[in-house]
């Protein structure tokens, strides 16, 4: 409605501006030829100020002045055509009036030109500034519009103008209206926030300055207003804001104390040094602890949080100490560190040193500082402090723990070695036993048979050598020695393994059958614990299907060769082992039996593995059981 209205009045001042530039040259024809070729004798020339009026708002002011000037000419020339030289005095007061009339009038009209230039010229400025700038009447009315009032708010001028500036713009104010007025009237000048909607319907925040103008005293006064958006930084100026509490949140909840220092001092006081010579800062700072110590004093400490009031026995933050002098004992070395670390202009430090309390105890802390870089600001700077009195505490009792431990491992290692070794040397011992019986029952007979006795003290002879090196061999392999090695053949050591246990076996009657297809095998082995290792073997099997009550017995020996490695397969028809079991079988002191010391197939692992070999079982639960041994061959064995 108010664009058409506009519009409408556009044209009807159009239409009258072409009206007075066609009127305006027949109107001062009309008053030459007057002026000139009639008798009249009034002062017609002063009627050139109609159409002087008539065009000087059209034209520029230099036309303004050659018009006036023209139209003064003309009435000099109808002066002198008229009257000649000498007018009479009346006539000549008539033209001075006259000239008067237009020089006053074209004086006006050039002063009102250029008072509208300099309105123009201030209007443009105020439509080049970003600001939304407008006046308005004190009732609201919008007089005056400019283009950054356009791009802020959306409506153009046409749209704005006429309208009252509180309705279209929805204004929310920081309080009463009325006290703005008041305000603004008692003082001339108002400046606050306000809450302005703009055409997409979106708000904004603006600062509003309001300016009374009151110069003409019969005019109503003028209110110039002056925004400026400020909704991004009153975003940022609340997130800001909301960032500093979650920061004062996290800062005072943390459960590692935090200092806030000043580093302003001691970062000058360092400069100086560098600035008086000083070039190697450590010397200079063992040199002059007293330096040190003024350091901690120049370091004040601007804020902490509650954890570390907490640790530092304080109640309040204003009761806080003051200084790093205060909380560092005297013979605090890790500070030198400190110093150097903050001189060098490293981003971090961390070092671990001790604080006194408010009661004077010392507490073991963790320290963290992130420097700022050179350049920034050292005013702020955050210390992270971890009380590590109930870490050190822990640490010692882990120590003594250890220090324990220690010592019943070492007690255990020796049991377990004894039974270690009692356990190798059961399977000699018995055989020195049933060959000292044997050589005892030949003595008694008469006559005595001496060769058989002879033969069975051969035997307690054999054992005892075998025991002692059994002995000697285990001992090496509990404390991971290097095993005493020699070239043995693989059907050979088979054999020599049955040998031992062929009178238990007999004892329990369980036959052994023999398969040995490893005639040319040869490895690289202490002969004696991997004989011990069969013996173990074939004596579990043994003892396993004696305790389970296998009807007929048996044990068997295989021997081949298989992929570069010697295979020794030991297999029973017993009871077997169940999944858990044989994946148990070979950890020490496990054992299926109830009796059984669960070392056996422990040291025969360990025997094996010390051969760069392995040992397996295959077997399922009443299947028997079938334990192999895999050794490397020889690369060039014997007669190769």
């Known amino acids: 409605m108010n664009s058409v209205q506009n519009d409408q009045n556009l044209s009807v001042a159009a239409v009258l501006r072409r009206l007075r530039l066609m009127i305006s040259p027949v109107l001062i024809l009309i008053i030459f030829l007057l002026d000139t070729f009639t008798p009249l004798i009034s002062a017609v020339a002063v009627f050139y100020v ?133 305000h603004l009237h008692a003082n001339g000048l108002w400046e606050g926030e306000i809450s302005h909607q703009c055409r997409g319907g979106g708000r904004l925040i603006v600062l509003s300055r309001w300016t009374l103008d009151e110069h003409d005293p019969g005019k109503p006064p003028v209110i110039l207003e002056s925004n400026t958006d400020i909704t991004a930084g009153k975003a940022a100026d609340t997130a800001l804001r909301a960032s500093e509490v979650r920061y004062r949140n996290v800062f005072n909840t943390l459960a590692v104390g935090i200092w806030e220092h000043d580093f302003g001092p001691l970062r000058a006081a360092l400069k100086g040094l560098r600035e008086s010579g000083v070039e190697d800062l450590h010397a200079y700072l063992l040199q002059h602890p007293e330096f040190v110590r003024d350091a901690q004093q120049m370091i ?71 420097f700022p870089p050179p350049g920034h600001e050292a005013d702020r700077v955050q210390a992270v402090v971890l009380n590590i009195t109930e870490r050190r505490r822990l640490q010692l009792a882990f120590d003594h723990a250890k220090q324990e431990a220690e010592h019943a491992l070492r007690a255990a290692a020796m049991g377990e070695l004894s039974v270690s070794i009692a356990h190798e040397v059961n399977q000699p011992l018995a055989a020195i036993m049933t060959s000292a019986e044997a050589a005892l029952r030949w003595m008694d007979r008469s006559p005595p048979d001496l060769e058989e006795t ?45 040998r031992l246990v062929r009178d238990d076996l007999e004892r329990l009657n369980i036959p052994v059958r023999v398969t040995l297809s490893a005639a040319d095998g040869h490895v690289q082995a202490d002969r004696v614990l991997l004989q011990q290792a069969l013996v173990n073997l074939v004596t579990n099997a043994a003892q396993a299907m004696t305790a389970a009550g296998t009807p007929a017995p048996t044990i068997e020996m295989r021997t081949c060769l298989k992929d570069g490695h010697a295979v020794i397969d030991v297999i029973d028809n017993g009871p077997g082992f169940d999944p858990d079991s044989a994946q148990r079988a070979f950890d020490a002191f496990f054992s299926t039996r109830p009796n059984g010391m669960g070392l056996g197939l422990a040291i025969c692992r360990s025997t094996v593995e010390a051969h760069e070999g392995t040992v397996s079982i295959v077997s399922g639960p009443g299947a028997g059981a079938r334990l192999s041994i895999r050794l490397p061959l020889l690369s060039d064995p014997p007669g190769a």
């Open 300 to 370: 004040p400490i601007t804020d902490v949080n509650d954890t570390a009031l907490t640790l530092m026995d304080v109640e309040r933050k204003e009761d806080f100490f003051h200084s790093l002098a205060e909380i560092l004992p005297p013979a605090e070395g890790s500070f030198i560190d400190f110093l150097i670390a903050f001189d060098e202009g490293r981003g971090y430090y961390q070092a671990e040193t001790e604080v006194l309390n408010r009661r004077g105890e010392a507490i073991p802390i963790i320290v963290a500082i992130t």
């Open 454 to 498: 002879r033969e069975a003290l051969a035997d307690v002879l054999n054992a005892t050598r075998h025991a002692t090196g059994v002995v000697k061999r285990v001992r090496k392999l509990v404390s991971r020695a290097r095993p005493e090695t020699e070239v043995v053949a693989v059907n050979a050591l088979a054999a020599e393994a049955l």
């Open 50 to 182: 109609v159409p002087l009026l008539m065009l000087g708002d059209f034209l520029s002011i230099r036309r303004v002045q050659l018009l006036f000037f023209g139209m003064i000419g003309l009435a000099t020339f109808s002066l002198l055509f008229d009257h000649g030289l000498n007018p009479e005095f009346a006539t000549l007061l008539r033209y001075c009036v006259s000239v008067a009339a237009i020089s006053i009038t074209g004086f006006l009209i050039v002063k009102t030109l250029r008072d509208r230039q300099t309105l123009v010229g201030q209007a443009a400025l105020l439509d080049v500034t970003h600001d939304a700038i407008f006046t308005r009447s004190p009732d609201g009315q919008i007089l005056f519009w400019n283009r950054g009032a356009e791009r802020l708010y959306g409506w153009s001028r046409q749209e704005a103008v006429g309208r009252n500036s509180h309705e279209l713009l929805q204004s929310r104010f920081p309080t009463s209206l009325e006290a703005i007025n008041d």
